[in-house]
């Protein structure tokens, strides 16, 4: 009887999920199933849709097996592991390194057609996206060049459309790439700091997989390294920290013991390397455990996307805003699991007279390498000294409610889970300038602010760290300025009515090189677009926004000949333009330039 109904089961699932078998490519998957084939011949049905269900519940498992060719044409080395922490999230895939330059080849590493291609000034820049004949995707991001046919395709989008930037979808097998097939080369391309490729590997749904589960092979004996260890108390929602003394015992084993009555927790820094690398990157799984039982476990095999902000709830924020450093605190202030992260505990410890507790911290990395920090906690008739303490102010915030306050014509609203914990702000407006600040939080949402508009200039602006003055808003209705933000400091009304700066790199002799290269800059609130034309037709100029440069390459829509005029305008944020024109003369033995002079609007 229980076989009987695993297998109506079986047929039933395999009714339902039919359009999923689509991995019959594979060899050995194809000789399965002309096996069940012949069993079917026999007329065992039943057995024939019972092999049919192990082979879609292993569909996932067989596809990926097979995806492990590597995009790149040598060793992989990495500069970013899957799900390490980011200012801007969780890390949705792993960099890999292309010798410190441009250019390299890459590759697609099965067969499958290309779903998707973008051209951005920021994320991942160039980027390719494909699907694959197993129903798992692909992505190659920061890539400088695409291949040349792709290449011309993506003209053809930017030139239909008069833009350098892109999101473009295609129909299924519209542009077929089989497995090794080159569709690119390496680059630095938008939110990228050095050249490398961002590479991805996503499910149907679009849930990011950590890629070293396909069988790609790292050179990896170093086990993860601890940067420090914190203890921490919160009393009257003020936080304070202590940096912890470790004891070495060798380079895999470290303890400490502790003495305090305080309910406390604990934050740890670590980062991890692979060999022939350098980088710091993420440590993949790090588990507190208490009684041999996990108390807390961040392991990063699969992300969602809409969990990727969600480091910033780890943080402390104090030590991220003010170094950069990006210390995990093992402490549950979260309701839900995630895909990375299970909790059985709120991680605060309190330890009774007579009593020692004794937790484990374990750091490993995806080949099992491993470090452990044995803590001991025992109670103690001193107080606890800490090194710090949050700054507190004035204007107390409880996360779960709604604040709208009006500080004489100005007006703000905090709404409920605009704080990620309850905390305390600065919060003033005087002499024009709106104070909104603590140095120790970070916000999960936006805030809106109506500021009263005193006619002394055109935009909002707030200061960074080095006290330059950066765009906020220039948003006006009625009398006031209305913006929202996340961005916590100082905030004036300022003014810029000065355009964007254009000025010519390649002056040189250009018999052997066509390009064109400009650097546009706008040092008051930024570029908010440009525009170029040759001989009066549109002409595509790639920007650079880390460079502060557009390019045009020549290529086939614009026909350039012996004379040439090139007419560019640059608009900034406030609608300040400036425009560029030049006379570009090439000839075959010589090119020579006439420039005219700029012209700001």
Known sequence: KIIKLFNKVSYIIFKIFNYQITFFQNSLLLSIFKFSYFIDKLKT?????????????????????QINTSPIEYEILLSGNFGELRSSGFHTGIDIKTKGREGEIIKAIDDGYISRMQVSTTGYGKVIYITHNNGLKSVYGHLRDFEKKLDSSAKKIQYSRKSYTFNKYFKKDEIIVKKGQIIGYSGNTGTSFGPHLHFEIRTEEDIPINPLKFKYEIPDTISPIIRSLYVYNTKNNIRAKKKLVLNKVNDTLYNVNLKTNDSIFFGIETFDRQNFSYNRNGTYDIKLIE?????????????????????????DHKEFIEKNSKIIILRDEKTNDYNFY?????????????????????????????????????????????DSYENQFDKKIDKSLNY????????????????????????????????????????????????????????????DKNNNVIYISSNRKDDYFEYKTKTLG????????????????NKKDRTNNKKITLLIRDE??????????????????????????????????????????????????????TIYNETIYYKPWFSLTKLSKNSIV
């Open 45 to 65: 049905r039943n057995l024939y849709y019972t092999l049919l269900l192990l082979f879609f519940l292993s569909n996932y498992k067989l596809g990926s097996a």
């Open 291 to 315: 009684n041999n039982s996990n108390l807390f476990h961040y392991k990063f095999d699969s992300l969602n996307f809409n969990q990727k902000r969600l480091p910033i709830e780890f943080y």
């Open 342 to 386: 299970k909790n059985n505990s709120r991680g605060i410890f309190k330890v009774n007279e007579n009593e020692i507790i004794s937790l484990n911290i374990v750091l490993s990395d995806y080949n099992k390498n491993n470090t452990h920090i044995q803590i001991e906690i025992e109670p103690s008739d001193k107080n606890f000294i800490y």
């Open 404 to 463: 709208n306050i009006t500080l004489n014509d100005l007006k703000l609203n905090f709404n409920k889970n605009t704080f990620y914990h309850d905390t305390s702000i600065d919060l003033n407006f005087e002499k024009d300038t709106l104070t909104v600040y603590n140095p120790n939080i970070i916000l999960k949402n936006p805030y809106k602010v109506k500021f009263p508009d005193n006619n002394k200039g055109n935009f909002i602006g707030s200061l």
């Open 490 to 505: 100082k905030f004036f009304i300022s003014t810029d009515t000065i355009g964007p700066i254009i000025k010519k790199i």
């Open 524 to 577: 008051e609130t930024g570029i908010k677009k440009y525009s170029a034309r040759i001989n009066n037709e549109w002409a595509l100029f790639e920007y650079e926004p880390k460079k502060s440069l557009i390019q045009f390459n020549p290529d086939d829509y614009i026909q350039l000949k012996e004379e040439n005029e090139l007419f560019i305008v640059v608009e900034d944020l406030l609608g300040n333009k």
